[in-house]
């Protein structure tokens, strides 16, 4: 028996002959429907927060000479908002995911947009808030430790539904996002 490929446009119903669908179509439509490792996905979040880590400690380095505490607050608010657009840096993928050959794709399995990489990340974020909060005098004493509390308790909760592979609570906030296998891993685990 004749195998065919199955992105053949004989395997697509509603495809024309010779019909071919734009490149952007083509790059989702090899993304695997089965759901990565939780190994996979936890080294490509450590990568993306390692990077995001050094060049916010540098940042601050820097900012806190120049502005004093309110530079640690706004490299803090940069840390935030890196981890928010992380998964939409590279067409999708961090630069984690784009080692190990995930990316972030939306309902349909499609690329997402920015608002639902802030959606999705906006769990995660939380612990950048509370290191912004902290640098303020007296109420940042406060706030810091529960905002940070906050934060390790939502962290531990997206690790219990990945692990027990449920979609994450940011997940469902972008409107049913998803990490899929997609390309070649630039690092063979």
């Known amino acids: 028996m004749d195998q065919?490929?199955?992105?053949?446009?004989?395997?697509?119903?509603?495809?024309?002959?010779?019909?071919?669908?734009?490149?952007?179509?083509?790059?989702?439509a090899v993304a695997s429907s089965a759901a990565p490792d939780l190994v996979k996905r936890g080294i490509a979040t450590f990568i993306d927060f390692v990077i995001i880590a050094v060049a916010v400690g540098i940042l601050s380095v820097v900012l806190a000479f120049a502005l004093g505490r309110f530079g640690m607050m706004a490299a803090a608010l940069v840390g935030a908002v890196a981890v928010l657009v992380r998964d939409v840096a590279f067409q999708g993928r961090s630069p984690g995911k784009t080692i190990l050959g995930l990316s972030v794709v939306n309902a349909q399995g499609g690329p997402i947009t920015l608002q639902q990489s802030a959606m999705r990340n906006s769990t995660l974020a939380v612990g950048m808030l509370s290191n912004a909060l902290s640098a303020i005098p007296v109420l940042g004493l406060l706030l810091g430790p529960i905002v940070g509390l906050a934060a390790l308790a939502l962290c531990a909760y997206e690790i219990y539904m990945i692990a027990t592979n449920k979609p994450r609570l940011g997940d469902n906030l972008a409107g049913g996002t998803r990490v899929v296998f997609q390309g070649q891993p630039a690092v063979a685990l």
Do not use: K, L, N, T
Request: charged share 15%; glycine share 4%; hydrophobic share 25%.
């Open 4 to 28: 065919q490929h199955p992105r053949q446009s004989s395997q697509i119903p509603d495809a024309a002959p010779g019909y071919q669908p734009p490149a952007r179509a083509q790059e989702f």
